[in-house]
């Protein structure tokens, strides 16, 4: 079974820093996306930041700059390094994996940015 585990969420000040990790296991075929999403408290999930198709990266507008996706040394691992944190990115992170067939998501990770 697809699981998606995510990881390094927590309470920063303004300007911090914070590197999630999501952790894949299982088998999924006919990847064409992995990336991170976020959902703050009363707003839709919106895309963070995402590895497309054709190895395409992409980033939403407001992190733009500060947020960098990557892969890690181990393979279904991805990892989103945050850096000049805003109180504006507090919301809960999930890491996406799309295939042709379905997505998968992690249960998501609390990103708390304030003084």
């Known amino acids: 079974q697809m699981r998606l585990e995510e990881s390094g969420g927590g309470l920063v000040k303004p300007g911090g820093s914070l590197r999630l990790t999501c952790a894949a296991s299982?088998?999924?075929?006919?990847?064409?996306?992995m990336g991170w999403y976020r959902q703050a408290p009363g707003k839709e999930r919106e895309l963070v930041a995402e590895?497309?198709?054709?190895?395409?990266?992409n980033y939403g507008d407001s992190v733009k700059g500060r947020f960098t996706i990557s892969s890690g040394n181990t393979k279904n691992t991805i990892h989103l390094q945050m850096n000049s944190l805003k109180p504006e990115d507090t919301a809960v992170y999930y890491c996406?994996?799309?295939?042709?067939?379905?997505?998968?998501w992690g249960q998501g990770t609390q990103v708390t940015v304030s003084s």
């Open positions: 590895i497309a198709s054709g190895g395409i990266t």
């Open positions: 996406n994996i799309g295939s042709m067939y379905n997505d998968y």
């Open positions: 299982g088998t999924i075929f006919k990847v064409n996306r």
